[in-house]
């Protein structure tokens, strides 16, 4: 079993930027991709950005040109740099360690973007 702990949410005005890490321990031989997911009220959980063993990278049509994901498999990091944030990206944003066959989350950390 993975653990994986969030860091960096907060309130940020529009235009600010901030970064998410996620630092996984445990069983992350079989990780297959790593990725960040938000939920907003109301809403369901999405796929922000994603970045496989072989650093190939996706992103949400959203967030392209403002979120950048880098993962680093000697720190079994994963961090999610978001910039020009608006108010639509106010969610919990949560981590993700996809094994294929399964997936395992962390606990989650909140982001509002508000003046």
């Known amino acids: 079993q993975v653990q994986l702990v969030e860091s960096g949410g907060g309130l940020v005005q529009p235009g600010g930027s901030l970064r998410l890490s996620c630092k996984a321990s445990?069983?992350?031989?079989?990780?297959?991709?790593m990725g960040w997911f938000r939920q907003a009220p109301g809403k369901q959980r999405d796929l922000v950005a994603s970045?496989?063993?072989?650093?190939?990278?996706n992103y949400a049509d959203s967030v392209k040109g403002r979120f950048t994901i880098s993962r680093d498999n000697t720190k079994n990091t994963v961090d999610l740099q978001m910039n020009s944030l608006k108010p639509e990206d106010t969610a919990v944003y949560y981590c993700?360690?996809?094994?294929?066959?399964?997936?395992?989350w962390g606990q989650g950390t909140q982001v509002t973007v508000s003046s």
């Open positions: 970045v496989t063993n072989a650093k190939t990278t």
């Open positions: 993700c360690a996809d094994y294929v066959v399964s997936a395992e």
């Open positions: 445990g069983s992350i031989v079989d990780i297959y991709a």
